[in-house]
Structure formats: C-alpha cells, structure tokens
C-alpha cells in the first residue's frame, strides 16, 4: 500500500506562485507514474499534469501548459507541482495520484490506485 499525503496548498492573488508536494510512504514509487488531479466546488476531478517513473515524460492538461510544472525526486519519494500565474479558475482541491502500473503517463483518473487527501488552492482575483 501507498499513502499520499499533499501540502502546500493556500490562498494566493491571481498571478501568485504555490508549489505543491505530495509525499508517499509505505513503499517507493520510483516505479510508478504519478499524477496531480482538481476538484472545484460543483465540478468533476480533472486532471492536470502527469510524470514518468523516471521524470522524462510529462502530460499536462491544456488549461495549465505553461504556468505548472510536475517533477519528482525519487530518492525523497516525493513528487511537486510547482505552479505559477495563478488565475482564480485554478481555484481546487488539488490531489496527489499514483499509478502502480507505470506504462503510460495517463490523464485518465480510473488507472489510478492511490489517492492522497488532497489540499486547498485558493486564487483571489
């Protein structure tokens, strides 16, 4: 089993920074893909950016191309998204996923076995 367990999150202006971590334990996720996921109040989770076991693939959705960026440093079993000019739609329940599989660095939500907590992000305009 892997536990995930998000932080960083906060309230911020529009066009502020936050960057998000997402620590595992139970056991090493070097070899898994890993994934950060949004809810907004009313909304369906989306997806919002993917990496690779080993960092050289990334997925990102269209919505936050430019503005976020997800790495990973394996040795601390912990994956990041740093996050720059926030707008107020970027307003969410951010979530940290983890895919067992490790094939592809999916936006799919179902090929995703473990789920963090989640963390808020708040962007005021």
């Known amino acids: 089993q892997v536990q995930l367990v998000e932080s960083g999150g906060g309230l911020v202006q529009a066009g502020g920074s936050l960057r998000l971590s997402c620590a595992a334990s139970?056991?090493?996720?070097?070899?898994?893909?890993m994934g950060w996921f949004r809810q907004a109040p009313g909304k369906e989770r989306e997806f919002v950016a993917a990496i690779s076991w080993t960092g050289g693939r990334t997925n990102y959705a269209d919505s936050v191309k430019g503005r976020f960026t997800i790495s990973r440093d394996n040795a601390k079993n912990t994956v990041y998204l740093q996050m720059i000019s926030l707008k107020p739609e970027d307003t969410a329940v951010y979530y940290c996923?983890?895919?067992?599989?490790?094939?592809?660095?999916?936006?799919?939500?179902?090929?995703?076995?473990?789920w963090g907590q989640g963390t808020q992000v708040t962007v005021s305009s």
């Open positions: 139970g056991r090493t996720i070097s070899t898994y893909i």
């Open positions: 996923a983890a895919d067992s599989s490790g094939l592809w660095v999916s936006a799919h939500l179902e090929v995703y076995d473990y």
